[in-house]
């Protein structure tokens, strides 16, 4: 999914990617292979420990959605999972997209995968 929203809307692979709640950075390592420049950022110690472990190459930190500044920008912002999620209360939704806001430069693409735990529809099989 992100692969061909990269190429609708920016062309191709961003030059730079942020990944809140990466978790063991599996997503971010297979986007990584035509990106460089490529942050990781999860709240859970254990999963920012297992991804610099198993993914030397990615630049994996602990960190609040909420609260991150990284006093930079990228190109693209993913957030994969039920990262987005975890965010119950309309004012910290507010400050993750601050946090979006402050990463992001005119053109910053930002893929957010929205999953309702309560959905009662099955999820799709494969």
């Not at 920008?73 to 993750?96: C, K, M, P, R, W």
């Not at 005119?106 to 309560?118: F, K, P, R, S, Y």
Request: aromatic letters at 8%; hydrophobic letters at 40%.
């Amino acid at each position: 999914m992100a692969e061909k929203l990269f190429h609708r809307h920016l062309g191709g692979f961003p030059a730079s990617i942020l990944d809140t709640g990466c978790g063991t950075g599996r997503d971010l390592e297979y986007l990584a292979k035509n990106c460089e420049d490529r942050v990781g950022v999860d709240y859970q110690e254990s999963m920012i420990g297992y991804a610099r472990k198993q993914r030397p190459s990615i630049d994996s930190r602990t960190g609040d959605m909420r609260t991150l500044r990284l006093d930079r920008t990228f190109a693209a912002i993913v957030s994969f999972g039920y990262a987005i999620a975890n965010i119950h209360e309309n004012a910290e939704l507010d400050q993750v997209m601050a946090t979006y806001a402050a990463h992001s430069a005119a053109g910053t693409l930002l893929v957010l995968e929205v999953i309702n735990a309560t959905n009662p529809l099955p999820l799709p099989a494969g």
